[in-house]
């Protein structure tokens, strides 16, 4: 059996800051297509610094950021395209409306108002937020606000997810729900997910692989699969096979902290 190319090969990729300090150290990953990978580590093993960099925000000092599926057709500098990245703050535009906060990328990309509405209204209701389209920031929860960072990361349809502790700020009620949302969005859309979390509950619940990272310098220490069916719902939470897997990751954090402390 041949195994599909990955969607993302990153090989050998190094980050040294202008200060001095080597973020990542040969750090080599393949993301298959579809899947909902966890980056989880101790402060400062480079998750952020290793997302920014599969999105184009920051380059890498040494090694190769690679899209093998894309047999070469698409030149690596358009993936940008592709790719969505959801921050921990939603980070909206006070002055726009639900809407408009919505509609940037497009209205970015030269798509106007009229022409951007049926995907802007789209997005909106993907994230259970189409009757909200004429508020403004100040007037929605923080669930709510994330909520809209999230639909306007899928009006352009992309085809990787990079979240960067989107849930982190948010109360734990809230946090579980915008898991469940965001599964399901995943499951009927079939994105490739890159999650980055401090949390090993989190990481369990969502993601079919978890990438344990350790610091200074930041690199990878054990790639696990998290072997559970989806949909994954409430009673995965109480499930001794949740449970296993919590033990399983929390270890390996465990192992990856003591790493980070040594070297
Ligand atoms: N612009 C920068 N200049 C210098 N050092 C930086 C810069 N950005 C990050 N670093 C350092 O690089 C290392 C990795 O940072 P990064 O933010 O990627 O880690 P992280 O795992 O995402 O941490 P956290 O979980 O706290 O967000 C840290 O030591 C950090 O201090």
């Not at 040494?62 to 703050?89: D, M, N, R």
């Amino acid at each position: 059996m041949t195994q599909a190319a990955p969607l993302i090969s990153l090989r050998h990729v190094s980050k040294r800051f202008a200060n001095g300090t080597l973020a990542l150290n040969d750090l080599s990953l393949d993301i298959a297509q579809g899947e909902f990978v966890s980056l989880l580590g101790p402060s400062g093993c480079g998750k952020s610094t290793a997302l920014r960099i599969i999105a184009g925000l920051a380059n890498a000092s040494g090694g190769k950021l690679e899209w093998p599926s894309a047999s070469g057709a698409t030149p690596v500098a358009e993936h940008g395209a592709e790719i969505s990245f959801v921050f921990q703050e939603p980070t909206l535009m006070p002055w726009a409306t639900v809407f408009g906060n919505v509609h940037l990328p497009l209205k970015l990309k030269g798509v106007s108002r009229t022409a951007a509405r049926d995907d802007v209204m789209a997005a909106l209701d993907m994230v259970g937020l189409a009757g909200f389209a004429d508020s403004y920031p100040r007037e929605l929860s923080g669930g709510m606000k994330m909520r809209v960072s999230i639909a306007r990361a899928l009006v352009t349809k992309p085809r990787l997810l990079l979240m960067d502790e989107p849930f982190a700020a948010l109360d734990e009620i809230t946090r579980f729900k915008l898991n469940n949302d965001l599964l399901h969005l995943w499951s009927t859309f079939g994105w490739t997910v890159i999650f980055v979390t401090h949390s090993v509950f989190e990481s369990v619940y969502l993601s079919n692989r978890i990438v344990v990272m350790a610091a200074r310098p930041g690199r990878v220490v054990e790639d696990m699969t998290v072997d559970a069916p989806y949909p994954r719902e409430e009673e995965f939470r109480t499930s001794s096979l949740y449970n296993d897997y919590c033990r399983k990751a929390s270890e390996a954090l465990h192992r990856a902290m003591e790493a980070s402390e040594g070297s």
